[in-house]
């Protein structure tokens, strides 16, 4: 009887210490999905070449890449982001506008953050001709939420 | 000579006889007491004096209904502030819980130990404050903020059954000693919005499987009502 009580705790503890709550394991705060689509066949993707991508007055983010999908952060202190694509040598500009709102994901990983009411508030039409936003709410990254068409 | 072996053997069987009615004669008739025994959960104390942002007292009672049968009762507050990699919330509250226990140990004559099993139906109010939360984000391309909103959320309740396995010992006369383990399974919650029950006073951590664990390190007094015979 004793031995046995003593196995069926350390098995408890054993199993109750390796619990699975103390790492993060589920999907936390989105980025935001960009597709570059040809514009004369709106469905079909289109390279961007030497493409350099930074957000705000920050590092660049992507330098010098030739790419037709793009995942970046949103930032989180604000209520809009500028983002400033550049390729060849040509700039063009996105401002999104955004409210944020946490929920809360599990111990381990705290709250995410999800942006919704999405909207451009401006851009600069220089290699873009259009812009489409797909999801006005942003809360996970499995499908793309912007279209840029070039 | 065959006669002579015969007569020593229903001699012996004869004396033997004498001796086992003779010894029943001298058992001493023990009784035992029955009676209320309450008691304080001893660790509490010291948890709250080593970390201050623990406090709790736990109060625990127990009433002998049969031989090897007790009724407990366990009555506590708790106050504890969790800080996790993404948040920090304090719960308080209170408990209660209320079961029996069955004594598996076989005493000796005089002795008044016990090794139980037990079974507790534990209830709990309580109210959760989120102090503090850094939004999860991957990367460090954007450093988030800290938030502190202070959010409580009040009127939270919480059922679980728990299971008990522990010992006490007299170690003085009619004062106790006792330690137990304690596995626990939440039944039901009523969750805060846009958060989680993660601490519930009574019944600790709530882990992903909604059970939990505790330990009880218990000081407690008998107070003789009865005496039965054994």
Known sequence: ?150 | MKQLRILPFYISLLTTFIVFSQQEKDTVKTKESYGIRVGIDISKPITTYFEPETKGIELIGDIRLKRNIYAAVELGFDEKTTEEDYLNFTTKGSYLKIGANYNAYKNWVGMNNEIFVGIRYGMSFFEQTLNSYTPNIKGTYFIPDTVNPNTEFKDLTAQWVEFVFGLKVETFKNLYLGASFSVKKMMNTKEPENFKNLYVPGFNRVFLNDMGVGFNYTLSYLIPIVKKKK
């Open chain 1, 1 to 150: 009887m004793k031995k046995y009580s003593t196995l069926i705790i350390l098995a408890l503890i054993l199993m109750l210490s390796c619990e699975k709550d103390d790492i993060c394991v589920e999907t936390t705060t989105p980025r935001v999905i960009i597709l570059f689509n040809n514009f004369d066949e709106p469905e079909n993707s289109k390279e961007l070449s030497s493409l350099t991508f930074w957000v705000n007055e920050n590092d660049s983010i992507v330098l010098n890449q030739t790419i037709d999908s793009l995942a970046f952060p949103i930032d989180l202190t604000q209520n809009s982001t500028q983002y400033i694509f550049k390729t060849n040598n040509i700039k063009d500009t996105i401002n999104l506008e955004y409210n944020r709102k946490d929920i809360f994901v599990s111990r381990s990983c705290g709250y995410k953050t999800i942006f919704e009411e999405v909207q451009n508030k401006s851009n600069t039409f220089n290699w873009m001709k259009d812009i489409t936003i797909n999801q006005t709410t942003i809360e996970n990254e499995t499908a793309a939420h912007i279209t840029i068409l070039h």
